[in-house]
T-cell receptor, first 114, second 110 residues
Framework: DTGVSQDPRHKITKRGQNVTFRCDPI?????LYWYRQTLGQGPEFLTY????????KSRLLSDRFSAERPKGSFSTLEIQRTEQGDSAMYLC????????????FGPGTRLTVT | DQQVKQNSPSLSVQEGRISILNCDYT??????FLWYKKYPAEGPTFLIS?????DKNEDGRFTVFLNKSAKHLSLHIVPSQPGDSAVYFC?????????FGGGTRLMVKP
């Protein structure tokens, strides 16, 4: 399977704990994106990377959120001191830089903060 | 403020008929528009896109129409099949960052 993969698929955590999610993009894609989707809403953009560089961050990405893409391949999204409002589906997508609008999504990580 | 809006939360269509899903936007800087389909427990699947300089793009049973003056786009599915039942999101791209509408649940009845 050469699509976008995400791990874990589900995460339940207690409020105040830190969590980390991983995304592996399509191998030849140099852009990687993180989105968040809450129930009944469309995905909302969080941040994106071109290769290792983080080029854009949404104001939705509070100081408790950090994303990395250290070698320009996989990416991690960490949430520190989780809050109940962080409960959502976290989606990763990837694309080629010259057709960045055409993004391919992974299955998502569903986070539940209790 | 919602820059991309899908005003119909759901749509029910008979198999074989046309499904028309609508989307409105407010930002004139969007350069591409896209439609995604989403099944439960899966990520959105890319369906079709259109550049802001075009007014129509067709791919098999799917056609997207763009009316820039009205800031409106629509997705036509002809003929509709039961397997098309899913949530459809329209999205607009500005420098590669996608803004999504809230989705329309399409149900195609056999």
């Amino acid at each position: 399977d050469t699509g976008v993969s995400q791990d874990p698929r589900h995460k339940i955590t207690k409020r105040g704990q830190n969590v980390t999610f991983r995304c592996d993009p399509i191998s030849e894609h140099n852009r990687l994106y993180w989105y968040r989707q809450t129930l009944g809403q469309g995905p909302e953009f969080l941040t994106y990377f071109q290769n290792e560089a983080q080029l854009e961050k949404s104001r939705l990405l509070s100081d408790r959120f950090s994303a990395e893409r250290p070698k320009g391949s996989f990416s991690t999204l960490e949430i520190q001191r989780t809050e109940q409002g962080d409960s959502a589906m976290y989606l990763c997508a990837s694309s080629l830089a010259d057709s960045s609008y055409e993004q391919y999504f992974g299955p998502g990580t569903r986070l539940t903060v209790t | 403020d919602q820059q991309v809006k899908q005003n119909s939360p759901s749509l029910s269509v008979q198999e074989g008929r046309i499904s028309i899903l609508n989307c409105d936007y407010t930002n004139s800087m969007f350069d591409y528009f896209l439609w995604y389909k989403k099944y439960p427990a899966e990520g959105p699947t890319f369906l079709i896109s259109i550049s802001s300089i075009k007014d129509k793009n067709e791919d098999g049973r799917f056609t997207v129409f763009l009316n820039k003056s009205a800031k409106h786009l629509s997705l036509h599915i002809v003929p509709s099949q039961p397997g098309d039942s899913a949530v459809y999101f329209c999205a607009a791209s500005e420098r590669g960052m996608l803004t999504f509408g809230g989705g329309t649940r399409l149900m195609v009845k056999p």
